[in-house]
């Protein structure tokens, strides 16, 4: 799946840039998905913008995220 995105030469690190995290990114995905099916129909939104994928073996930061429970 990631590798269809528009912008995944950005995880590979462009200019200059060190390779991304991407086993932190995919982790990430995974439990946030496992969260929204735990919840079920409790959860109405979910919001996480940004998140902040490190460089390679640092870890994915979430910088704001909201959840709305109905």
């Known amino acids: ?3 269809e995105l528009r912008g995944r030469a950005l995880l590979d690190g ?3 840039a060190p390779p991304a995290d991407v086993d932190a990114l995919v982790e990430v995905v995974l ?3 496992r969260m929204a099916l735990e919840l ?3 959860l109405a939104e979910l919001d996480v913008n940004p ?3 490190l460089e ?3 870890g994915a ?3 704001d995220a ?3 429970c109905r």
Do not use: E, S
């Open 56 to 58: 390679r073996g640092q």
């Open 66 to 68: 909201l959840a709305i």
């Open 61 to 63: 930061v979430a910088l």
């Open 40 to 42: 079920g129909d409790h």
């Open 31 to 33: 439990r946030v998905q």
């Open 1 to 3: 799946m990631l590798a």
């Open 14 to 16: 462009v200019r200059g």
């Open 51 to 53: 998140l902040m994928v």
